[in-house]
C-alpha cells in the first residue's frame, strides 16, 4: 500500500525529469539511458503491485480474468530482473568511468547503450515467456494466481528459480561487488600532496561516491537477497513436502521479502538524485518553475477577484 503509490510517483517523475534535460548530452549520456531504463523498469514493477494488494486482501482468491493472473506473473518477474540488470550496467558503466575514462568515451555511445538496453530487456523477457503460461488455478474451490497448478509444475518452477537465481541475481551481484570493490580501492587511494581547493572538491566527490556505492551494494543486498533466499527454501518445501506448518511460513515469509523486493524500486529515485548532478538541477528547476507557476495563477486569481469587485 505505501510502496506503489511513491513509487509509480517517482519512477514517473524521474522519468519526466530525465526528458526535460536541459542539455541533450547529458539526456544521451549512457548512465542517463541506463537510468531512464531502470526508472521504466521500476514504474512498470510498481503497476503489478495493486493486483497482488487486492488478492492478498481477499485471502487468495483471484476476482480477475485469466489473462491479467498471466500478465502480472510474467510482469512482475520482467520487471524484478531488469531492474536487477540495469543497476548492474549501471554499476558497469560506473567503473568503467573511473578506472578507464578513455575507454567509456569511446565505448559507451548512446546506440551502444540503447541497444545493450533493448537486449536485457529481449533477454528477460524471453526468459520469463514460461510464466504466461501459469494462469488461474483452482485450489479448494476458489480461483488462485501467483501459483502452480501441479506437482510438476511445481518443479518446473523450481528449475526456472535456480537459473533465474543465477542469472538474474547472483552473477549480477558478483559484477556489482568487483566493479564497485574497484571503484572504493580507486576513490579511495592518496591523490598526491596537492592542496588547494580543486583538491579538497575532489576528495569530498570521491568521499559522496564511497557512500554511493555503500548505499547500492547494502539496498541490493536488503532487497532482493533474501526475497531470492526465501523464494528457494519455499519451492524447495513445496516440492519436498517439508510439512505444512513449515511450508506456510515459507510463504509467508515469501510476502514479507517480496514487500523489500518493491521497496527497490522507491529507492532507485534517490540514487538517480544523490549520483546525477543534473538531475538534482532540473529537479529544482522544476520546483522553482512550479512555484512560479502557482504564483502567477494566485496572482491571476486576485486580478480577477478585483475586476469583479469594481
Same mark, same amino acid.
Given at each position: 500500500?505505501?510502496?506503489?503509490?511513491?513509487?509509480?510517483?517517482?519512477?514517473?517523475?524521474?522519468?519526466?525529469?530525465?526528458?526535460?534535460?536541459?542539455?541533450?548530452?547529458?539526456?544521451?549520456?549512457?548512465?542517463?539511458?541506463?537510468?531512464?531504463?531502470?526508472?521504466?523498469?521500476?514504474?512498470?514493477?510498481?503497476?503489478?503491485?495493486?493486483?497482488?494488494?487486492?488478492?492478498?486482501?481477499?485471502?487468495?482468491?483471484?476476482?480477475?480474468?485469466?489473462?491479467?493472473? @498471466?500478465?502480472?506473473?510474467?510482469?512482475?518477474? &520482467?520487471? /524484478?530482473? %531488469?531492474?536487477?540488470?540495469?543497476?548492474? !550496467?549501471? #554499476?558497469? $558503466?560506473?567503473?568503467?568511468?573511473?578506472?578507464?575514462?578513455?575507454?567509456?568515451?569511446?565505448?559507451?555511445?548512446?546506440?551502444?547503450?540503447?541497444?545493450?538496453?533493448?537486449?536485457?530487456?529481449?533477454?528477460?523477457?524471453?526468459?520469463?515467456?514460461?510464466?504466461?503460461?501459469?494462469?488461474?488455478?483452482?485450489?479448494?474451490?476458489?480461483?488462485?494466481?501467483?501459483?502452480?497448478?501441479?506437482?510438476?509444475?511445481?518443479?518446473?518452477?523450481?528449475?526456472?528459480?535456480?537459473?533465474?537465481?543465477?542469472?538474474?541475481?547472483?552473477?549480477?551481484?558478483?559484477?556489482?561487488?568487483?566493479?564497485?570493490?574497484?571503484?572504493?580501492?580507486?576513490?579511495?587511494?592518496?591523490?598526491?600532496?596537492?592542496?588547494?581547493?580543486?583538491?579538497?572538491? @575532489?576528495?569530498?566527490?570521491?568521499?559522496?561516491? &564511497?557512500? /554511493?556505492? %555503500?548505499?547500492?551494494?547494502?539496498?541490493? !543486498?536488503? #532487497?532482493? $537477497?533474501?526475497?531470492?533466499?526465501?523464494?528457494?527454501?519455499?519451492?524447495?518445501?513445496?516440492?519436498?513436502?517439508?510439512?505444512?506448518?513449515?511450508?506456510?511460513?515459507?510463504?509467508?515469509?515469501?510476502?514479507?521479502?517480496?514487500?523489500?523486493?518493491?521497496?527497490?524500486?522507491?529507492?532507485?529515485?534517490?540514487?538517480?538524485?544523490?549520483?546525477?548532478?543534473?538531475?538534482?538541477?532540473?529537479?529544482?528547476?522544476?520546483?522553482?518553475?512550479?512555484?512560479?507557476?502557482?504564483?502567477?495563477?494566485?496572482?491571476?486569481?486576485?486580478?480577477?477577484?478585483?475586476?469583479?469587485?469594481?
Amino acid at each position: 500500500m505505501l510502496v506503489f503509490p511513491v513509487a509509480f510517483i517517482c519512477n514517473i517523475g524521474a522519468l519526466v525529469v530525465f526528458f526535460l534535460q536541459s542539455s541533450r548530452g547529458r539526456r544521451n549520456s549512457a548512465s542517463c539511458i541506463v537510468m531512464m531504463n531502470l526508472a521504466l523498469s521500476d514504474g512498470s514493477f510498481s503497476l503489478t503491485l495493486p493486483l497482488r494488494l487486492a488478492y492478498y486482501f481477499k485471502d487468495g482468491v483471484w476476482d480477475f480474468p485469466d489473462w491479467l493472473c @498471466r500478465l502480472c506473473v510474467y510482469g512482475f518477474y &520482467v520487471n /524484478l530482473y %531488469t531492474s536487477i540488470l540495469f543497476l548492474t !550496467l549501471l #554499476s558497469v $558503466l560506473r567503473w568503467m568511468a573511473v578506472a578507464q575514462p578513455l575507454r567509456h568515451r569511446s565505448l559507451a555511445t548512446p546506440t551502444r547503450t540503447i541497444l545493450v538496453c533493448v537486449g536485457l530487456w529481449l533477454f528477460v523477457g524471453m526468459s520469463s515467456a514460461p510464466f504466461l503460461s501459469q494462469g488461474v488455478t483452482t485450489r479448494d474451490g476458489s480461483p488462485r494466481c501467483f501459483e502452480p497448478s501441479s506437482p510438476s509444475s511445481w518443479k518446473h518452477v523450481l528449475i526456472l528459480n535456480y537459473v533465474a537465481l543465477v542469472l538474474g541475481f547472483l552473477l549480477p551481484f558478483l559484477i556489482l561487488i568487483v566493479c564497485y570493490s574497484r571503484i572504493i580501492q580507486l576513490l579511495t587511494a592518496p591523490a598526491g600532496l596537492q592542496c588547494s581547493s580543486a583538491n579538497k572538491t @575532489r576528495h569530498r566527490n570521491r568521499r559522496r561516491s &564511497v557512500h /554511493l556505492v %555503500t548505499m547500492v551494494t547494502a539496498t541490493f !543486498l536488503v #532487497s532482493f $537477497l533474501p526475497y531470492h533466499v526465501i523464494r528457494s527454501l519455499h519451492l524447495h518445501a513445496v516440492c519436498g513436502r517439508w510439512g505444512c506448518v513449515v511450508t506456510v511460513a515459507l510463504q509467508r515469509a515469501v510476502v514479507v521479502t517480496l514487500c523489500l523486493a518493491a521497496c527497490n524500486s522507491v529507492v532507485n529515485p534517490l540514487l538517480y538524485y544523490y549520483s546525477t548532478r543534473s538531475f538534482r538541477d532540473n529537479m529544482r528547476d522544476a520546483h522553482s518553475s512550479l512555484l512560479s507557476n502557482r504564483g502567477s495563477f494566485r496572482s491571476g486569481l486576485t486580478r480577477l477577484r478585483r475586476r469583479n469587485t469594481t
